[in-house]
Nanobody
């Protein structure tokens, strides 16, 4: 059973930076896609960024130029570098890994609060 463990969230002032990590344990096979989503209070979960098997990345328009998604070489950890954070980035962030099937795995969520 794949487990995804997120880390790196917390409280940051507007304009600050955070780096989220999501690591897969007991991976048992390759993942061909990884992504980050977020859900603000009383809102729907929304796509933030993704990275495909070939390294192609995709971003929500509101985070382009501020957020960067990347992964490690064994392809079992995904990162989200968040710069120039804004109060509207406040949300619980979730990572998602996709394996052939397709089979999806989700992290438990990690809160990010941008506030002065």
């Amino acid at each position: 059973q794949v487990q995804l463990v997120e880390s790196g969230g917390g409280l940051v002032q507007p304009g600050g930076s955070l780096r989220l990590s999501c690591a897969a344990s007991r991976s048992g096979g390759a993942f061909y896609g990884m992504a980050w989503y977020r859900q603000a209070p009383e809102s729907q979960r929304e796509f933030v960024a993704s990275i495909a098997g070939g390294g192609i990345t995709n971003y929500q328009d509101s985070v382009k130029g501020r957020f960067t998604i990347s992964r490690n070489k064994p392809f079992d950890t995904v990162y989200l570098q968040m710069n120039s954070l804004k109060p509207e980035d406040t949300a619980t962030y979730y990572c998602k890994f996709v394996r052939q099937g397709p089979v999806e795995y989700w992290g438990q969520g990690i809160p990010v609060t941008v506030s002065s």
